[in-house]
């Protein structure tokens, strides 16, 4: 049996990695408030700001890994504001924190003494875990710490079998980004031609690119741009 542990799969990049873990036959499990709709994923409702939330999940999870030959934990959920570094108050930055960064950590020390060998730990970044936009700003800090978080996983992880990886997609057409638009077709349009290929992204194209990660150790510790060729400003 093999296992795809995945927070966020209810919609966009989380969702469509669900659906290519599935097709590989691997048992699916999604943390996230909202179920997944695929069918046959087993949803495990969790508020990934909550420490006490994370540890229910974890209980069910620990017993579902006995057994499994490999698991793939992806750490896709996020949370992102618009603020900017003069707007962002403390207490906004804390709850992006708590979600981007600290669950992570959280979900991490609970999970990792029980996968077994050939598993992987993959960080789904961003763009932006390396370079910034203006208004994104507590969204920029938490995926550069995403990226830290990576490197160091790697390094400690050594010789357990385990292997990690930062998957930084461009711009992806996802709810949260969305959102984040505005649903205003101009910027849409705009965002589009900051790659070569003139179009935001697909989520199964990500999705792709995380089940090749989880099934090819030789990337341990590498960050893994997935952008279309982002133009460089």
């Known amino acids: 049996m093999n296992i795809a542990i995945i927070t966020g799969a209810s919609v966009g990049i989380g969702r469509a990695t669900a659906e290519a873990f599935m097709a590989d036959g691997y048992q699916v499990h999604n943390l996230s408030r909202r179920p997944c709709p695929a069918p046959g994923v087993h949803n495990l409702c969790c508020d990934l700001s909550s420490t006490a939330s994370i540890d ?48 992570i950590n959280t979900l991490n020390q609970k999970l990792l003494p029980h996968l077994p060998r050939s598993s992987s730990v993959i960080y789904v970044g961003s763009t932006l875990s390396e370079k910034a936009v203006p208004g994104s700003f507590s969204y920029v800090v938490s995926k550069h710490a995403q990226l830290g978080m ?19 997609p461009g711009f992806t057409d996802t709810e949260m980004l969305r959102t984040h638009l505005g649903d205003d077709p101009g910027v849409e349009r705009l965002f589009a031609e900051m790659n070569s290929f003139g179009r935001l992204i697909d ?31």
């Open 56 to 103: 229910l999940a974890c209980k069910s999870l620990e017993a579902a890994i006995v057994g499994a030959r490999s698991v793939a934990l992806v750490h896709n959920a996020s949370q992102m504001l618009k603020d900017s570094a003069a707007s962002c108050d403390s207490d906004a930055l804390r709850r992006v924190l708590e979600t981007n960064v600290v669950a």
């Open 150 to 168: 990576m490197r160091a996983t790697c390094q400690d992880l050594m010789g357990s079998g385990l292997h990690t990886t930062l998957v930084c």
């Open 203 to 233: 989520p199964t194209e990500i999705a792709e690119l995380i089940r090749w990660a989880h099934h090819n150790p030789v990337i341990n510790g590498s960050v893994l741009h997935a952008n279309l060729g982002q133009k460089e400003s």
